[in-house]
């Protein structure tokens, strides 16, 4: 007879989940035991630490669009799986979480690994439930898979390890209490009414500087939002999540927004009258219009999501490309196209500058160069996969988009140690596509080194094997660093902030990948062929300046304050972050001066 452990992993299964990320624990040695005999219905994959699986869990269902699923044991294992949800909980992925627990008759005594898991889960988790018995196990499994599809949201279920092993209840009594559910999904299809566009079509047809900001949820509506566009003359700003969304090819496209952003998004949004949010909670105002300057109108699949960073006239709650579909009849062609010519101007001027910048010398390498000379050479269908650190603003800025291709990363948590487990998750999903980790050395050392061997343990599995770890090394914990300087005022902290130094490309080869190390500039080139040429996964490693300064769009007061006042209190890098300030500065001058002659 079945017992609840093979009764969860069928309903998982009904319910459309196939892949599974954990690690074991005698907690689960129930559920591990019934994973073994449905090797034929799930691909689990063993990851190095539980935060990983959640990680991985989370970048499945960004890449994917499915429900992403992790597994861990009671207390400690958990407990680190938090971080991971979270991550999946603010950027609306879907995701069930499964955690042992110990015996229901050992509850409240304080035994060995006994954490209350359903006070811990409540913040996380939009629904969490134990299962005490093992006729809940339908119910509780059915509504946990739904809730995370239909919500975009994290769910948990703890099921106590006496309770993993009892006899399957396929079907409770009949009786008052029990309760008889399906695995079939319920999603909402929320769609605007006529006079709610028609409301918007009249924002944005009487505007005549028109803005767009693309997030996430522009992902699947790219021609969508390249019609309107066509439509109001209007430019393109992408949210981080949104990257992906329209190619940067597309001359009116300006890039990222925020402090990892371009100048003409910057320039965009501060001249512009009317706003268009498309699928996005990109929370930093300060880079959106001042308030009451535009009119403005948002998009979003939650109503949870409007009029929370920007006030809007209109919110329209819906699919983005099916609003956007019956949006477009409603709009007027504006003939007066010197908006849209502003904005590829500047967005002209700003690739020129990015690459001025990237050439620029630096001790031994510039890192904007690295990600510059990546562009051209990326295959057409690889995904990128950041982390948090100083190396994503080049990912931001440097890196240009192609149709076809696919990025994300840990989006509003902002999550050091994501860049890995994102990436693994990517090839596991989609074998036969190239995949690129972009990580600088202090996440590679807080759990890449780890997950590598996660990489190294399956990736003879891949029908395709190019899977790529970029690892930025400057030996500096470095967009903390500068954000130090830019904001506190105060100068490195080396005890706090150096990292050691770790041959990342000799450890590579120890596994059994191909290790490449880069410190001259002349070679970048070569060596990101080389790696996306590899018949095995490849580490390369490139070492760049630390003192390169990460400089927002546009530098406050404050920011320019706060910065000389680092300089003031002697900053033990303060020669290089002038040397290499002065010469980002100085770029854009000497860029404006050869485009005036």
């Known amino acids: ?27 689960i040695n129930g559920l591990m035991g019934a994973l073994d005999q449905a090797g034929d219905r799930f691909d689990y994959i063993r990851v190095r630490h539980e935060e990983m699986s ?8 960004k890449f994917t669009g499915e429900v992403g699923c992790c597994l861990a044991t009671s207390g400690p294992g958990a407990l680190h799986l938090l971080a991971g949800l979270y991550d999946a909980k603010v950027d609306h992925m879907p995701v069930v979480a499964i955690v042992g627990q110990q015996a229901l008759s050992s509850l409240g005594s304080d035994f060995q690994q006994e954490v209350n898991l ?24 059915d509504r946990a898979v739904r809730i995370a599809r239909a919500e975009r949201t994290v769910t948990c279920i703890i099921v106590p390890n006496d309770v993993q092993t009892a006899d399957a209840v396929p079907s409770p009594p009949r009786s008052h209490g029990s309760n008889y559910s399906s695995s079939a999904p319920a999603i909402s299809h929320p769609v605007p009414g006529d006079n709610e566009l028609q409301a918007a079509a009249q924002v944005l047809n009487a505007g005549s500087k028109v803005a ?75 880079f959106l219009p001042k308030d009451g300057q535009a009119r403005a109108v948002q998009i979003d699949i939650d109503p949870r999501n409007v009029a929370i960073r920007y006030p809007t006239e209109v919110n329209l709650i ?61 295959p057409d269908n690889t995904i990128l996969c950041g982390d948090s650190g100083s190396h994503t603003n080049w990912y931001a800025r440097n890196v ?19 860049g890995v487990p994102y990436a693994i998750a990517a090839k596991m999903a989609y074998p036969d596509r190239p995949v690129l980790a972009m990580v600088g050395d202090g996440a590679m050392q807080m759990n890449g080194n780890a997950e590598l061997l996660t990489a190294a343990q399956y ?71 080389e790696a996306f040429s590899s018949d095995r996964p490849v580490l390369i490693e490139f070492v760049t300046d630390p003192d390169v300064p990460p400089l927002p769009p546009h530098i406050t007061k404050d920011q320019m304050q706060a910065y000389l006042t680092t300089l003031g209190k002697g900053d033990p890098d303060q020669w290089g972050i002038l040397k290499q300030s002065t010469k980002q500065m100085f770029s854009r001058f000497n860029l404006r001066a050869d485009k005036d002659e």
């Open 318 to 378: 819906g699919d983005t490309a099916a609003v956007l579909r019956r949006l477009a009849p409603m709009l007027e062609r504006k003939d007066d196209r010197s908006w849209r010519e502003t904005i590829e101007n500047n967005v002209a001027d700003w690739w020129d500058d990015v690459h001025k910048k990237a050439m620029e010398g630096a001790n031994p390498i510039n890192p904007q160069r690295v990600f510059s000379e990546l562009s051209p050479l990326l």
């Open 459 to 529: 990736w003879k599995t891949w029908s395709d094997p190019t899977f790529v770890v970029m690892v930025l090394v400057n030996h500096d914990l470095n967009q903390v660093t500068w954000e130090q300087r830019a904001m506190a005022g105060d100068p490195k902290f080396v005890e706090a902030q150096e990292v050691i130094d770790f041959r990342y490309s000799a450890y590579a080869e120890m596994l059994g990948f191909k290790g490449i190390r880069v410190d001259n500039p002349e070679k970048i080139a070569d060596a990101w062929r």
């Open 54 to 61: 959640a990680f991985m869990a989370s970048a499945h269902a």
């Open 212 to 286: 767009i900001l693309a997030g996430a949820g522009a992902l699947n509506a790219t021609d969508e939002v390249i019609q309107i566009c066509d439509i109001l003359g209007a430019g393109v700003a992408k949210a981080l999540l949104g990257k992906a969304a329209l190619p940067d090819d597309l001359p009116f496209v300006t890039g990222s927004i925020g402090l990892l952003g371009t100048k003409p998004s910057w320039e965009m949004m501060r001249d512009c009258d009317t706003l268009l949010m498309i699928g996005t909670t990109f929370p930093y105002s300060e």
């Open 118 to 141: 359903q006070s811990v889960m409540q913040d996380v988790a939009s629904y969490v439930q134990l299962i005490a018995d093992p006729a809940q196990a339908r119910h509780v499994v």
């Open 400 to 418: 240009r988009m192609r149709r076809g291709m696919m990025g994300s990363l840990s989006g509003k948590l902002a999550s050091m140690g994501s």
């Open 1 to 27: 007879m079945a017992n609840v452990s093979d009764f969860i992993l069928e309903r998982l299964s009904e319910g459309g989940i196939r892949r599974i990320y954990g690690y074991p624990g005698d907690g």
